[in-house]
């Protein structure tokens, strides 16, 4: 199989953007899976 998922450069993210990631789950009330999707983010990168 060649078919491999290719890796995402990894991203650095300023404190303002996980600032406003941040309310986006708390004040609005969206789950952080449809955060990620909204910002093409990983699971992963919001929940660290």
Same mark, same amino acid.
């Given at each position: 199989?060649?078919?491999?998922?290719?890796?995402?450069?990894?991203?650095?993210?300023?404190?303002?953007?996980?600032? +406003?990631?941040?309310?986006?789950?708390?004040?609005?009330?969206?789950?952080?899976? +449809?955060?990620?999707?909204?910002?093409?983010?990983?699971?992963?990168?919001?929940?660290?």
């Amino acid at each position: 199989m060649t078919d491999k998922k290719q890796r995402r450069e990894r991203r650095s993210m300023e404190p303002a953007f996980k600032l +406003q990631v941040v309310k986006m789950i708390r004040e609005q009330g969206l789950t952080v899976s +449809q955060v990620c999707k909204d910002l093409d983010l990983t699971d992963s990168a919001v929940r660290s």
